[in-house]
């Protein structure tokens, strides 16, 4: 089995061919393709993860959409002076399918 870690949005995910993938936001529309940098290359018993074997490493994915997150809610309170505050916060992701990693 191929697998890669790829960096994506500062967090770091486990990706094989076909997977689909939720993401922070990324530049691109609906239908583009972009590249995302590998860490880490499984491919059965070998493991790669030498900088000079990896910058050769393409994992290619297929943008499917943008969507949100679900909804946070933030309530901060303040005992004794009347302060209370409420805000809500919906992260931006996009949604890949991985098509290769070559």
Known sequence: MVYAIVRAGG???KVSVG??????RLPGGEGSTIELPALLLV??????SA?????KVKVTAEVLGNLRGPK???QKFKNKTG????????????R???????
Not at 43 to 48: E, F, L, Q, R, S
Not at 51 to 55: D, G, N, P
Not at 83 to 94: E, I, N, P, S, V
């Open 43 to 48: 491919d059965g018993d070998k493991v790669t």
């Open 51 to 55: 900088q000079q074997e990896l910058a």
């Open 96 to 102: 890949v399918k991985i098509t290769s990693i070559a």
């Open 19 to 24: 997977d689909l993938v939720t993401l922070d």
């Open 72 to 74: 946070i809610s933030i």
């Open 11 to 13: 967090r770091q995910e």
């Open 83 to 94: 302060y209370k505050k409420r805000q809500g916060f919906r992260a931006d992701l996009t």
